[in-house]
């Protein structure tokens, strides 16, 4: 294999982890946004956001880095 097509087999490779990365991202955007934490219930805020979530979240965002 030459040199050129092994660069692009791995810019390629990089390309689609880049992606997965993003649409991740934007998945854990929608998360945050969704009816979990916004509006009220039972005349409380709900826009607080539980930690375990989140960091379950970046996990899986982080194992696509790796």
């Known amino acids: 294999m030459n040199f050129i097509q092994k660069l692009q087999g791995e810019v ?5 982890k880049i992606s997965s990365v993003q649409e991740e991202i934007i998945g854990f955007v929608l ?3 969704g009816p ?4 009220t219930e039972n005349g409380e805020r709900k826009d607080w956001i539980s930690t375990s979530d989140v960091i379950l ?6 194992q696509l880095t790796v």
């Open 12 to 16: 390629k490779e990089k390309q689609e």
């Open 31 to 33: 998360f945050l946004r």
């Open 57 to 62: 979240r970046l996990q899986e965002i982080y």
């Open 36 to 39: 979990k934490f916004t509006g």
